[in-house]
């Protein structure tokens, strides 16, 4: 399984984007991190496939939304209100061999597929 991330882009602050993740396969949770420069990569949301469990961090708790297309195994992510500290390359990550439980979903390193990175950034 592949993932093929899309979407990225300039913004000025309060606009909006969209990302896409696109699966080869299939996959039980999908979500996004994102890393700023010089900052360690951190958790942005991810949804479970089989009941669309949803887990987001606080910092964008109600200006990001995620959905899944299961039929297509594509991911969305809806931002907006965006600032200019959402600037980051955002990348969509993928766990096929574990269903990760609500409290896990947040760690990296239980994601076994990881897509390009696209580049998503804030302007003041």
């Known amino acids: 399984v592949q993932l093929q991330a899309s979407g990225g882009g300039l913004v000025q602050a309060g606009g909006s984007l969209r990302l896409s993740c696109a699966a080869s396969?299939?996959?039980?949770?999908m979500g996004w991190f994102r890393q700023a420069p010089g900052q360690e990569r951190e958790f942005v949301v991810a949804?479970?496939?089989?009941?669309?469990?949803?887990v987001y961090a606080d910092s964008v708790k109600g200006r990001y939304t995620i959905s899944r297309d299961n039929a297509k195994n594509t991911m969305y992510l809806q931002m907006n209100s965006l600032k200019p500290e959402d600037t980051a390359v955002y990348y969509c990550?993928?766990?096929?061999?574990?269903?990760?439980?609500?409290?896990?979903?947040?760690?990296?390193?239980?994601?076994?597929?990881w897509g390009q990175g696209t580049q998503v950034t804030v302007s003041s």
């Open positions: 990550a993928a766990a096929t061999r574990l269903n990760l439980i609500v409290g896990a979903m947040r760690r990296d390193d239980l994601y076994d597929l």
């Open positions: 396969g299939r996959t039980n949770v």
């Open positions: 949804m479970r496939r089989s009941d669309r469990n949803t």
